[in-house]
C-alpha cells in the first residue's frame, strides 16, 4: 500500500500545509523514513511538521519504516516501569494517541481545578453572606461607576436614616 493511500484527509491536508509552508514536492512516501532522512528537504518537511501538526508527526514517526521506540517505552506500555519524562518525552515525539490522552488529561485536571476554585469561591462569598452576583456589590476597591452609584446610594440612605 502507497503511503498516501493509508494517511487520513486531515494527515493528508497537514502534508499539503507542509508542504506549502517548506516548499518542498513531497513524493508518495513517509516524511520519517530512512531515505526520506538523509536530505535537508527532509529536515525542512519534519520540523515545519513538528512545529504546525505535531500529532501528525507523531504518528508518521511511529509508522516510519525502522521505527522503534525504546526499551524504556515499550516496558512502559507493558506496565513494567513507571513514566519518567524521557519516557514522556518520547511519546510526546512518537505517540500520536498518547499525546491526545495527555491533552485530554491536561484539560480535565483545568476544568476539575477550575470548579474546584469556583466552589471554594462561592463557599467563602457565602460564609460572608454574599450570594450569587450579589458579591460584587460589597467591594468599592473594585472601581466603575455603576459599583460608585451604589455606594453613593448606600451613603445617602445611611445620612437621612441618621437624621431621622
Not at 507493558?78 to 491536561?106: C, N, P, W
Not at 470548579?115 to 472601581?143: C, F, I, W
Amino acid at each position: 500500500m502507497a503511503f498516501f493511500e493509508s494517511c487520513s484527509d486531515e494527515q493528508l491536508l497537514a502534508l499539503k500545509a507542509v508542504q506549502k509552508f517548506s516548499g518542498v514536492t513531497l513524493k508518495d512516501k513517509n516524511p520519517y523514513s530512512a531515505e526520506f532522512d538523509s536530505t535537508p528537504s527532509g529536515q525542512a518537511v519534519r520540523v515545519a511538521l513538528e512545529a504546525n501538526h505535531p500529532d501528525v508527526a507523531a504518528h508518521f514517526k511511529s509508522t516510519a519504516e525502522g521505527f522503534a521506540q525504546s526499551l524504556d517505552v515499550e516496558l512502559f506500555n507493558r506496565g513494567k516501569v513507571e513514566l519518567t519524562k524521557g519516557i514522556h518525552s518520547e511519546l510526546m515525539d512518537t505517540d500520536a494517541i498518547y499525546r491526545q490522552q495527555f491533552a485530554a488529561r491536561q484539560q480535565a485536571e483545568e476544568e476539575r481545578l477550575l470548579a474546584d476554585m469556583t466552589a471554594k469561591a462561592d463557599a467563602l462569598a457565602k460564609s460572608r453572606g454574599v450570594t450569587g452576583s450579589e458579591n460584587q456589590k460589597y467591594n468599592p476597591h473594585l472601581g466603575g461607576s455603576k459599583f460608585r452609584s451604589y455606594f453613593e446610594g448606600l451613603n445617602a440612605e445611611a445620612a437621612l436614616n441618621a437624621q431621622d
